[in-house]
């Protein structure tokens, strides 16, 4: 079976910066990825990469065996392939429940014809949704706030929803922007038992993430980058056994 | 004197009626999809332009008046053509100006296509009849019923409340519906609905052209109540208000489009109007009340930018139902 | 052939007019991230400032016109001192503060409009002979505006590379948010750029009055998509683009003379925009994630 998604030899540069340099590991379908390095390794731009927000100079991005480069992100995420942002970016004047309908991508009829002459069947399409939008909220815990706007959330309650949000698309690959940054450990737990059961239906994941121990704990196989490229594919207990990695890790502490 | 005040109220209530239509519409472009349309009341001169010389029968020497086409045609004949033509013009500016770039450079842009349509109109005589513009452009129904000039505006009513009540149904369909929500989403952040699935430049494309129909309805309805168009009546300033209308009334609420028309056009616009003029100094009172216009809006936009009427927040009912569904039939726990 | 080059020598001064312009509006823009829609405004209130100290003041009009520069600067930074910086702190969606300056012009044109009134107003200057300047027929006018526009942009040119205010002004125009992590006080270089700016807006309103003779409110207004044109094209938030831009506008505008009828000599300058737009948006020297 082709890899799920594949980099090879992706370069990219900004502002005098070579922030990808020949970049190249694949993520076989079915796994939970972690992509990890020490800060300025790229990994961020790669992502923006991946997603489609960025356009790749050199080299390849492949997904689901297709050649991705020259897609706009929106034909990306029609494929399955979405993101998480790092610092949460909710539609912040559309409500909670409105932030999950809104992403139910390709699933109903949103054009202006539509909105005139198809409102019957387009009502009955979004009763549908609405039952499972409350399901997914109610799962992530956020189901009594889906009327209030997004904005007015707590940070790991946009956490959360920004989750809720990706899962509501049907991803076949997710990609998570440092989920677990500034979280306190009982959230981490919360989200980490999301990823499990996401995973568990059908979801494989790509997760950039600064927390070794919840990488240890979830992730293979995980890709360390640094400066730009990859550095090596393995485990994490491979990874503690070798040395070029730890020396890219000096001076930081893994967690 | 009764007679006379309800006349100048009747002519109240079409001045609001054709200016709902144009908050109306900017509601749609930039209420809902967030586009700063600074050229909006370009497309306003648009339709009226357009519906003007449809109405009117072709240019002689005699009228001296120099304009293009002359069709000669009825009401709602030249309201159809004008307002298309108003929504093509949206297209071609949308298709020129509405690209992945940052909001500085559309309403740049925009602002450019004001500039150049309102030098095209000046300096084209042969077009609309340059400054002077269209004048005696035949009411709708007024031949067939010969009213009294004066009672005219009992007949333009209905006229109007028909066309702005259509108008405000297709409001009220993009704001109940996944479009609608579509647009807000790409208001709120573009880059995030493009990462998820959303073609944002088509539907802000969209937008622009639905609100450039609105505005090219309101110049429709404007020329053939007033019988004349020309440049001055549609100066960048009418922007502007149209724009102070719509966030003082409440951007991203159809209702509060509508207040806003009332509360800027007919409270503040036509209560200065009743100020006497100062003589010697007859733009005084207009450009203080501008003055004022332009204060109130960045005060509101200061201390409460959602309006008077806030956007509302849509409440969905359904039931719960558990996720995910594998397959139909297939029961999942908890 | 000399329509053409007399044509090259009002392309200069056409130049010089919008380089004014168009820089003064990309520094501000470079530093405070957002365009500033009533520029054109700021210009209209140079002009009649310079007509008030030339008519009503009988000043020379270069002391006017340097007097009037000076007094919209100081306009500039007070509406940016009490109204738009305070408001871009408020509220970082730039849909708000791109109204705000919108609503801005609306007030400043209706400010100028009840005090000096809508009818035309013309400098008391007289009609000069032009001066055979090799193949160029300038008049003495013009040479003193593409002299001070010259001079200015040497100003410019020295303060971004010679003074440590100018090269934070660079930092500030690459990344804000770096340049106050690094300590360079953004609020007064903020207020430093409004000054410059309105110093320039002043300036160029000021000469474009006099070169187009007689001038109402919507001097500035009917400008600006010239000077947007030119700022865009050498990229936005670059000062050394902005006097290439309008070098390029000002020679492209004038120059058309020779083949289309002059009342529609300005819409040139759309149609260069227009083209920019479409086929290279970030200008000719651009900076990466500005556009």
Not at chain 1, 51 to 65: D, E
Not at chain 1, 125 to 147: K, M, P, Q, Y
Not at chain 3, 26 to 35: D, E, K, P, R, S
């Amino acid at each position: 079976m082709a890899d799920l998604l594949s980099v090879e030899g992706v370069v990219h540069a900004y502002g005098g910066v070579q922030a990808v340099n020949d970049c190249s590991f694949a993520i076989p379908q079915g796994s939970i990825a972690a992509l990890i390095g020490p800060n300025g390794a790229g990994k961020t731009t790669l992502v923006d990469l991946i997603g489609g927000a960025q356009k790749v100079q050199r080299g390849v991005i492949r997904y689901n065996g297709d050649s991705i480069l020259g897609w706009p992100p929106h034909r990306r995420a029609r494929a399955g392939l979405l993101r998480t942002y790092q610092l949460s970016r909710e539609y912040q004047h559309l409500t909670v429940l409105e932030n999950l309908l809104v992403s139910a991508t390709g699933r109903i009829d949103e054009s202006f014809a539509g909105a005139l002459f198809r409102r019957h069947r387009i009502g009955a399409t979004e009763r549908e949704l609405v039952s499972e939008a409350r399901g997914l909220l109610e799962i992530f815990g956020l189901d009594a706030l889906r009327n209030d706007h997004a904005e007015t959330l707590s940070g790991g309650q946009k956490r959360l929803l920004e989750m809720a949000r990706a899962v509501m698309a049907r991803p076949r690959l997710l990609l998570l922007d440092e989920p677990m940054a500034g979280v306190n450990p009982a959230l981490m737990e919360v989200i980490e038992g999301h990823i499990r059961e996401i995973h568990r239906q059908g979801v494989s994941f790509l997760i950039v993430e600064h927390n070794l121990s919840v990488v240890d704990r979830l992730c293979d196989p995980v890709v360390v980058m640094a400066e730009g490229r990859t550095l090596a594919v393995g485990t994490m207990a491979d990874h503690r056994a070798n040395a070029e990695v730890l020396r890219a890790y000096l001076g930081s502490r893994s967690a | 004197m009764p007679y006379d005040l309800n006349y100048y109220l009747a002519n109240l209530v079409v001045y609001f009626l054709i200016y709902c239509a144009l908050t109306l519409g900017l509601n749609v472009s930039f209420g809902m999809a967030g586009v700063l349309d600074f050229s909006f009341i370009t497309f306003m001169a648009t339709g009226a332009y357009f519906a003007g010389v449809t109405a009117l029968g072709p240019a002689t020497a005699a009228s001296e008046l120099h304009y293009i086409l002359g069709l000669n045609l009825p009401f709602p004949v030249d309201l159809v053509i004008g307002a298309t033509a108003a929504g093509v013009l949206g297209l071609l500016v949308g298709l020129l100006a509405i690209r992945r770039l940052r909001s500085d450079y559309l309403a740049i842009v925009l602002v450019a296509v004001w500039t150049i349509a309102w030098s095209l109109a000046n300096n084209l005589t042969g077009l609309f009849d340059g400054t002077s513009g269209l004048i005696g452009v035949p009411q709708p129904l007024e031949p067939q019923l010969n009213v009294n000039p004066n009672d005219y505006v009992f007949v333009f009513i209905p006229i109007a409340l028909v066309v702005i009540a259509v108008l405000f149904v297709v409001s009220y369909c993009i704001e109940n519906s996944p479009f609608g929500r579509a647009l807000r989403a790409v208001r709120e952040d573009q880059d995030v609905a493009a990462a998820f699935g959303k073609q944002t430049t088509r539907l802000r494309l969209t937008a622009m052209v639905i609100g450039s129909v609105y505005a090219g309805v309101a110049g429709v309805l404007t020329i053939e109540f007033l019988t004349a168009m020309n440049p001055n009546a549609w100066a960048i300033v009418e922007t502007v208000i149209v724009f102070s209308a719509l966030i003082v009334g409440g951007r991203g609420n159809i209702f509060g489009a509508i207040l806003g028309a009332l509360v800027v056009r007919i409270l503040i616009i036509e209560g200065t109007g009743l100020i006497p003029p100062i003589p010697g100094h007859e733009e005084l009172v207009s450009a203080f009340r501008n003055i004022f216009i332009g204060i109130v809006v960045i005060a509101v936009l200061y201390f409460r930018p959602e309006g008077m009427l806030p956007e509302r927040r849509r409440r969905y009912f359904e039931a719960v139902r558990r996720w995910p569904r594998r397959a139909a039939g297939e029961q999942q726990g908890g | 052939m000399t329509i053409a080059l007399h044509s090259v020598g009002f392309g200069l001064v056409t130049a010089s007019i919008i380089a004014l312009a168009a820089v003064g509006l990309t520094l501000q823009f470079g530093v405070t991230n957002y365009i500033n829609f009533a520029y054109g405004d700021f210009m209209t209130l140079g002009a009649y400032l310079t007509w008030t100290l030339d008519s009503a003041f009988n000043l020379p009009i270069w002391l006017s016109l340097a007097l009037a520069a000076v007094l919209t600067s100081v306009a500039a930074l007070v509406v940016s001192q009490v109204l738009l910086e305070p408001f871009a702190r408020r509220h970082k969606q730039l849909l708000f503060i791109l109204i705000v300056t919108f609503a801005l012009s609306l007030i400043l044109s209706n400010a100028i409009l009840a005090i000096w009134g809508g009818d035309y107003h013309e400098y008391n200057v007289g009609l000069e002979t032009p001066l055979s300047i090799g193949p160029l027929l300038l008049t003495p006018q013009d040479l003193g505006i593409i002299l001070l526009a010259a001079l200015s942009m040497l100003g410019v040119h020295l303060l971004l590379t010679r003074t440590n205010v100018g090269k934070a002004m660079r930092a500030i125009s690459d990344d804000k948010n770096l340049a106050s992590v690094t300590g360079i006080a953004t609020e007064q270089i903020v207020a430093l750029v409004w000054i410059i700016s309105g110093l320039l807006a002043g300036l160029s309103g000021g000469v474009l009055a006099l070169d187009v003779v007689s001038f109402d409110p919507n001097l500035g207004v009917r400008f600006l998509f010239v000077i947007f044109a030119a700022v865009i094209l050498g990229g936005i938030g670059r000062p050394y683009g902005a006097m290439l831009g309008a070098l390029v506008i000002g020679l492209a505008v004038e120059v058309s003379v020779v083949v289309i009828p002059a009342a529609y000599k300005l819409d040139v300058a759309f149609v260069i925009l227009v083209v920019v737009l479409l086929l290279r948006p970030q200008g000719l020297l651009a900076v990466a994630g500005k556009a």
